[in-house]
């Protein structure tokens, strides 16, 4: 029995040893004067890349119904609270009005986005989605979360965005 035991320790270790070959480590750093090895391949740097949500721009107007909106400098209070109730009750299950939650907050969009944009997006994410560069950027940083069409009508939609010039 004993005999038996040495003999298949031996084994073991005789595999172990075997299968341990020698290592080849790659130097993959590069010493000053040297170029890279003809078969590697230089490694590009990820570019430094804003997220969607914190993206600016001021230009798109998004794609859907509203082409042009001209916000008065003065906001106006009642609509703005109007837009608060819309907000409460189609809203805030997925938006958060100063943090991000399911989709993204917001306060301060009006600082990233157009008027036009934010109505379009409220009025018809899902073509939003669709067609809209940003849109679908947004779509892939919130986890492929798509906005919910609450069906809102285009005057408490823009009650809505009254609102966000409040936050």
Request: aromatic content about 4%.
């Given at each position: 029995?004993?005999?038996?035991?040495?003999?298949?320790?031996?084994?073991?270790?005789?595999?172990?040893?075997?299968?341990?070959?020698?290592?080849?480590?790659k130097?993959?750093?590069?010493?000053?004067?040297?170029?890279?090895?003809?078969?590697?391949?230089?490694?590009?740097?990820?570019?430094?890349?804003?997220?969607?949500?914190?993206?600016?721009?001021?230009?798109?107007?998004?794609?859907?119904?509203?082409?042009?909106?001209?916000?008065?400098?003065?906001?106006?209070?009642?609509?703005?609270?109007?837009?608060?109730?819309?907000?409460?009750?189609?809203?805030?299950?997925c938006?958060?009005?100063?943090?991000?939650?399911?989709?993204?907050?917001?306060?301060g969009?009006l600082?990233?986005?157009?008027p036009?944009?934010?109505?379009?997006?409220?009025?018809?994410?899902?073509?939003?989605?669709k067609?809209?560069?940003?849109?679908?950027?947004?779509?892939?940083?919130?986890?492929?979360?798509?906005?919910?069409?609450?069906?809102?009508?285009?005057?408490?939609?823009?009650?809505?965005?009254?609102?966000?010039?409040?936050?």
């Open positions: 029995m004993k005999s038996i035991m040495k003999s298949i320790t031996a084994i073991a270790i005789l595999s172990l040893i075997s299968c341990g070959g020698k290592e080849e480590k130097n993959d750093s590069i010493q000053i004067g040297q170029k890279p090895a003809a078969t590697e391949t230089p490694k590009e740097e990820p570019a430094a890349s804003t997220k969607p949500s914190e993206t600016i721009d001021l230009t798109n107007k998004g794609v859907g119904p509203i082409k042009n909106l001209e916000l008065p400098a003065e906001i106006d209070q009642a609509m703005a609270a109007k837009g608060m109730e819309v907000y409460k009750n189609k809203c805030m299950a938006h958060k009005p100063d943090k991000k939650f399911i989709g993204p907050a917001p306060k969009i600082l990233r986005r157009t036009e944009w934010i109505m379009n997006m409220i009025l018809d994410p899902e073509d939003m989605i067609k809209d560069p940003l849109a679908k950027a947004l779509l892939v940083e919130f986890n492929g979360s798509p906005m919910a069409n609450q069906n809102l009508t285009e005057e408490e939609a823009r009650q809505v965005l009254e609102y966000f010039r409040t936050l």
